[in-house]
């Protein structure tokens, strides 16, 4: 039987994203989960093992709040709230210094065994948790943070050759995403692989695909960045209407459109076949997104993007770019097709195969796809290796 264990599962607000409650739930089957940071909105978790400590935005709350907390650090250990307010007088304003005394102080009083932090950028913050009281900590691996962040902040970069070799363990969303950690000094022994979780009902959505009408529906799922490869995807449309192709191009993302893509759209003359869709609720995004006949993800960089997986568990035929760490997961002519960055003609041609491959083998792809996904995805699998780099992290560091 295990041994119970206190984990914070950290991105700073409450609720998080949906991938990191599946994480939470998950966990909270088999240990305590701390929940710190600020809540968003109104959320309740039924099972006793989950716990919210919230750090107030408005001021007079928060004021008041972690001056109880703080005298509670005080009985508990002088030593501890000395280095809350050691630690919080590292940052510039009175302003930051208060905030991040505001969010130390509750993570010390309750000390948990693993403090699990999803957003690498954030780690110069909370490695101290260490030294403070033997904490383990565990950082997630994710694209952005990882992949462009240090790249264009030559600070961030240092800060990760800096701390990365101090981190008790990591979590990779994929093999790239490891490959990249080495290389600010993580060991490999210290990351662990585990892919995102996706729960059990997203495959009961699953229908093979449908043959194509007269008009090729595409879809893309994603927040309005240049990261995400919106203007090579909108000139890869404009190539298909001038091969006479009739298609819809359907942008979800939460608005405003930026002006840029709207500007776009306008000097391609895409106006008609070009959809910005406000964002879609998650228990309704699966029924909405098989109506489309393909899923394009145009991104320059990714982890694994956690729509695509959805996409293939439904059975959406999938064109990706080939970043990060998407081919493993998209294998061409296997699982979908899988096309260089920054490139609208072989985005256009891909797109074009897909429209003109035989209805009886896209199903087959579209089912190996769901098979290969729902084999290497599923909740199960990843929480029980979440458990076990947990388990191991607080063993092998007493």
């Known amino acids: ?89 590292t940052y510039t304003t009175r302003y930051e210094q208060w905030m991040r005394f505001s969010r130390f102080v509750p993570v010390l009083l309750h000390q948990p065994h693993v403090f699990h932090l999803q957003w690498a950028k954030k780690l110069s913050r909370w490695l101290f948790l260490q030294e403070a009281y033997g904490g383990k900590v565990v950082v997630s691996l994710r694209g952005t943070h990882i992949h462009i962040s240090p790249k264009a902040d030559a600070a961030l970069a240092q800060s990760y050759h800096d701390y990365f070799p101090k981190v008790d363990a990591f979590h990779a969303v994929s093999q790239d995403m490891k490959t990249e950690a080495l290389s600010y000094g993580a060991t490999a022994d210290n990351v662990k692989t585990i892919y995102t979780i996706l729960p059990d009902a997203v495959f009961n959505h699953f229908t093979p695909a449908k043959a194509v009408n007269e008009t090729l529906n595409i879809v893309s799922v994603g927040r309005y960045h240049w990261v995400k490869g919106y203007d090579y995807a909108l000139k890869a449309i404009k190539l298909l209407k001038a091969q006479g ?56 960089s990714e982890g694994i993007a956690n729509v695509v997986l959805e996409a293939m568990a439904i059975g959406l035929p999938v064109v990706s770019t080939n970043c990060g760490g998407m081919p493993e997961v998209v294998l061409p002519n296997k699982t979908g097709w899988l096309v260089p960055i920054r490139d609208p003609e072989a985005m256009a041609q891909a797109i074009t195969d897909m429209h003109k491959t035989p209805n009886e083998q896209l199903q087959t792809i579209t089912q190996q796809a769901h098979d290969f996904v729902k084999t290497q995805f599923n909740a199960k699998d990843s929480i029980q290796q979440f458990l076990a780099l947990y388990e191991a992290v607080v063993r092998e560091h007493k």
């Open 1 to 89: 039987m295990r041994k119970q264990l206190k984990i914070a599962i950290y991105t700073g607000t409450i609720p998080s994203s949906t991938f990191i409650e599946h994480l939470i739930e998950g966990v909270a089957k088999h240990h305590k989960v701390l929940l710190f940071g600020t809540i968003k909105k109104a959320v309740q978790y039924n099972n006793p093992n989950m716990t919210i400590i919230e750090t107030p935005t408005k001021q007079f709350k928060n004021v008041w709040l972690t001056g109880i907390r703080s005298f509670r650090l005080l009985f508990k250990s002088p030593k501890l709230l000395n280095m809350a307010i050691r630690q919080a007088l």
């Open 245 to 300: 192709i009739q298609v819809t191009y359907t942008i979800i993302a939460s608005k405003p459109v930026p002006e840029d893509m709207l500007f776009m759209v306008n000097d391609l003359s895409l106006e008609d076949v070009v959809v910005f869709k406000d964002h879609v609720p998650q228990d309704a995004l699966f029924a909405y997104l098989k109506t489309f006949d393909l899923f394009l993800l145009p991104s320059l």
